[in-house]
């Protein structure tokens, strides 16, 4: 993740793809989301790496195709 000249997160990106494309895109989500949580006062123009694990890629509870 990275910080502009404010402080302010830009930019997230994988350094480690996972090899899944729709659990890269998790992942990068859960770090987005979370980033606030985990760096309390971002530094200006600054790389983090968050660690993110995607255990399990589990069905969406909508959107389902089956049928009832």
Request: glycine content about 4%; proline content about 4%; hydrophobic content about 35%.
């Amino acid at each position: 993740m990275r910080t502009d000249a404010n402080g302010r997160h830009v930019s997230t990106f994988i350094k480690n793809s996972s090899g899944n494309e729709e659990a890269d895109k998790v992942a990068v989500r859960a770090a987005s989301l979370n980033f606030r949580r985990q760096v309390k006062k971002p530094l200006k123009n600054h790389n983090y790496v968050i660690e993110v694990n995607v255990l399990e890629m589990a069905d969406p509870a909508w959107g389902s195709d089956k049928p009832k």
